[in-house]
Antibody, heavy 124, light 110 residues
């Protein structure tokens, strides 16, 4: 059974940093070229915003313009965990952050499993 | 990359059918058959209900169906039930941006 659980959220001041973790179980986040991992967020009362992905091989990353240069996605294969290092945080980064498993292929491009989410609040 | 356009709200009575539109452009919805739909109940994580435009995960009710015409994708819920009351988001491959989500639609069962 696929399970994703985020941790590491909380209250941080503007300009600060935070690292989110996503522990995966039921599958390996590495080694499958068709399985990528993504971070997606949802500001309070708003829609979903994709932030970043890491390819199954670990060789490719891609970021949304809104977080490029401030956020870094990475993983620890031994711990089967995904991370999001966030720096230079702004008030508008306040959101629930989800990690999601991403299915990729010539005709496939969707998120088939999501974690419950973790709240990050950026406020002075 | 702008968000895909969805109606803010759609409502229907139990047993009725409703449709939710997801308007994009020739750069996203119109160019790829890569639209997915997600259902989100309050305080919960999104759940995949449609992928590759019209396919359903095995555990999702066949009351949910997806289609596309030109630059607009649609999600139809037939035989509306109380448990279908939730927010629904579409998502498409966006070319320059791997993923672009819709603005979201709140479905109310009257």
């Amino acid at each position: 059974q696929v399970q994703l659980v985020e941790s590491g959220g909380g209250l941080v001041k503007p300009g600060g940093s935070l690292r989110l973790s996503c522990a995966a179980s039921g599958f390996a986040i590495s080694g499958n070229y068709r399985t990528y991992m993504s971070w997606i967020r949802q500001a309070p009362g708003k829609g979903l915003e994709w932030l970043a992905y890491l390819s199954g091989s670990g060789s490719s990353t891609h970021y949304a313009d809104s977080v490029k240069g401030r956020f870094t996605i990475s993983r620890d294969n031994a711990k089967n965990s995904l991370y999001l290092q966030m720096s230079s945080l702004r008030v508008d980064d306040t959101a629930v952050y989800y990690c999601a498993r991403q299915v990729v292929g010539p005709t496939s491009h969707y998120f088939d499993s999501w974690g419950p989410g973790i709240l990050v609040t950026v406020s002075s | 990359q702008s968000a895909l356009t969805q109606p803010a709200s759609v409502s229907g009575s139990p047993g009725q059918s409703i449709a939710i539109s997801c308007a994009g452009t020739s750069n996203d919805v119109g160019s790829y058959n890569l639209v997915s739909w997600y259902q989100q109940h309050p305080g919960k994580a999104p759940k995949l209900i449609i992928y590759e435009g019209s396919k359903r995960p095995s555990e999702v009710s066949n009351r949910f169906s997806g289609s596309k015409s030109g630059n607009t994708a649609s999600l139809t819920i037939s035989g509306l039930q109380a448990e279908d009351e939730a927010d629904y988001f579409c998502c498409s491959y966006g070319g320059s941006s791997p993923f672009v989500f819709g603005s979201g639609t709140k479905v109310t069962v009257l």
